[in-house]
């Protein structure tokens, strides 16, 4: 669970869709404790429970604990999405990405191996944990999308991928404000960003990578860790795609739509 306590906003749990029956939502032991025992909620008190990418649900408190009353439904429209294919780093530091990311509004993550990756295996309990950090991260930023996280894949399997923008982060490439500036913001942008390990990837790998369509674009003159370059660039997208309002056509669409229904 989180929550900003500092920017009054309304609180946000995530749900499954099992958990309504009716115009009510079932809490679960967790959310119940979080509610009224970490946030002291008090019956009648208002927050919105989020169905991943596709509802915000407007709830209310009841005097029995663990229901809460539907009150109204939000639809959401599509948002650009921004992946991240991350090469698995030492000390679990893929926690902190996931963390980050999240927050930065990367929707899906792929543990990537690549020649340089010494860690090559995650256990079922570390993948499991990454979803909790994930959904918790939603929560706490106010996201409307709890990110998925793929098993580890080979870059290989990265090319097979359909995304319209393909990225490898690395210091040689084109800035990545010069790379933005050819694009327009939109909605439905969609782009892959891929990070090597600590020491990058392999000239090898490089030249695969832009031999399958990839584009080599940097964060500027500095040298990043691998833990923050993914990052760093989500964040920079999700504030460009910001920048621009979609255009009036794209706008009424979607709002037609909704009334339907270390170094590298």
């Not at 679960?28 to 429970?49: C, D, G």
């Not at 920048?243 to 979607?254: I, L, M, N, R, V």
Request: glycine share 6%; aromatic share 8%; net charge negative.
């Amino acid at each position: 669970m989180g929550h900003d306590a500092g920017g009054g906003s309304v609180i946000r749990i995530v749900v499954e869709p099992e958990q309504f029956t009716g115009d009510r939502l079932i809490l679960t032991p967790e959310q119940e404790h979080y509610l009224f025992r970490v946030m002291r909620m008090k019956p009648k008190t208002s927050f919105e429970a989020i169905l991943s990418g596709t509802q915000i649900v407007h709830c209310v408190t009841t005097q029995n604990s663990h229901l809460a009353q539907c009150v109204d439904v939000r639809p959401v429209c599509g948002n650009p999405r921004v992946f991240l294919a991350q090469a698995l780093l030492k000390k679990d530091l893929f926690s902190e990405i996931v963390e980050r990311g999240t927050e930065a509004g990367i929707c899906r993550f792929y543990p990537l191996v690549t020649q340089r990756t010494i860690v090559r295996e995650i256990s079922e309990a570390k993948w499991q944990r990454w979803h909790t950090i994930a959904k918790e991260a939603t929560e706490q930023s106010q996201r409307i999308l709890v990110p998925e996280i793929s098993q580890p894949v080979s870059l290989q399997a990265l090319f097979d991928i359909k995304i319209p923008h393909k990225v490898m982060l690395d210091p040689q490439g084109r800035n990545i404000w010069d790379w933005v500036n050819d694009r327009t913001p939109t909605r439905r942008f969609e782009c892959l960003l891929t990070v090597g390990p600590e020491g990058g990837f392999s000239e090898f790998e490089r030249q695969q990578m832009l031999k399958h369509g990839f584009e080599a674009v940097s964060l500027g003159s500095y040298v990043y860790r691998a833990k923050n370059a993914g990052v760093f660039a989500a964040a920079l997208l999700e504030a460009w795609q910001g920048s621009s309002a979609a255009t009036p056509k794209e706008s009424e669409a979607y709002s037609q739509l909704a009334q339907d229904g270390d170094d590298f």
